[in-house]
């Protein structure tokens, strides 16, 4: 016999009236809706639409194409292909089997490592010519059949080198090498430093035109000044050799009043050059704690009582 539960009138009147508000019950059973599941699919497939591994090849292959760089008549020196060195280019080597093809690197360059994708049906070998500055590594590479492609990297002390290797049935490269533009650009920089550093800091000067009465005082930073003197037209302020490799203090002209303003000079070599005479000038590095060396004009007598 199943018990009886007596509800009061007015708390049954409550319960009927909040269950017909509430929303029918789901079953136990009930599944998600096909249409939702899809949705989410279709909304993760549209965040990803930019993904596309055939796309992320395709521009891959593309790029390695625009930075191969292959052989020309025109960079032929005898039976050597000369290529242009840049970082990050593919250069391109024709070979066939039963030849070797010498692949030359700068002289002076220390060999660190070669790595080929084709180990087996590959020969890959090197050797050395020269002796001392001259001395220069070579890379062989000889396939065992035609139709046959891979790719070399070769790791320098100085730079790596990508190569691009195809057989053909006879046809093969004999020998290629690097022209180094960089390298040359730093060495001409490096010779017109040099020629400028050794080139007079003015010319047509004579000796019985130059006088040295100045003085220098002040501060002992690493920079300062040797002595001053001019010609009559030119101040010359000369440093130690140090001021090429350190912060070269600016150039300051004192007044009559102490006040001091900026000065037109140019560095020659180890000289401030300033075109005109001065009688008080003052150099002057730093800001909190600021380095000042003063130079000043003194008649000649005065000079030679000091000295």
Not at 149 to 172: E, F
Request: hydrophobic share 45%; proline share 7%.
């Amino acid at each position: 016999m199943r018990p009886t539960f007596i509800i009061p009138a007015a708390l049954g009147a409550a319960f009927l009236s909040v269950a017909a508000d509430r929303p029918p019950s789901v079953p136990l059973t009930a599944q998600p809706a096909p249409l939702s599941v899809k949705s989410a699919v279709v909304t993760a497939q549209v965040r990803r639409k930019s993904w596309k591994p055939a796309s992320a090849v395709a521009r891959v292959a593309l790029a390695n194409r625009a930075a191969t760089w292959e052989p020309a008549s025109q960079a032929y020196v005898n039976a050597v292909q000369i290529y242009p060195y840049a970082e990050g280019a593919i250069y391109h080597v024709y070979t066939a089997p039963e030849r070797v093809t010498d692949i030359a690197l700068q002289p002076g360059e220390v060999l660190g490592a070669v790595a080929a994708g084709d180990t087996v049906r590959w020969v890959i070998g090197d050797t050395v010519s020269g002796s001392g500055e001259t001395k220069r590594t070579h890379i062989l590479a000889k396939p065992f059949t035609s139709g046959l492609s891979t790719n070399l990297v070769i790791t320098t002390d100085r730079r790596s080198y990508h190569l691009a290797l195809t057989s053909t049935a006879k046809t093969a490269m004999a020998a290629l090498s690097w022209t180094y533009p960089q390298d040359q650009l730093i060495a001409l920089r490096h010779a017109a430093a040099e020629a400028q550093a050794a080139a007079p800091v003015s010319s047509g000067l004579a000796l019985d035109q130059l006088h040295f009465n100045y003085t220098v005082s002040g501060d002992q930073p690493s920079w300062r000044p040797l002595r001053a003197f001019d010609d009559g037209r030119q101040t010359f302020i000369e440093f130690p050799a140090s001021l090429g490799v350190g912060e070269a203090p600016p150039l300051f002209l004192v007044d009559a009043k102490g006040e001091a303003s900026l000065v037109n000079y140019r560095l020659q070599g180890r000289f401030y050059v300033v075109d005109r005479l001065f009688d008080v000038a003052e150099l002057r590095l730093g800001t909190k704690h600021q380095q000042i060396v003063r130079i000043a004009r003194v008649a000649p007598d005065q000079r030679r009582r000091r000295s």
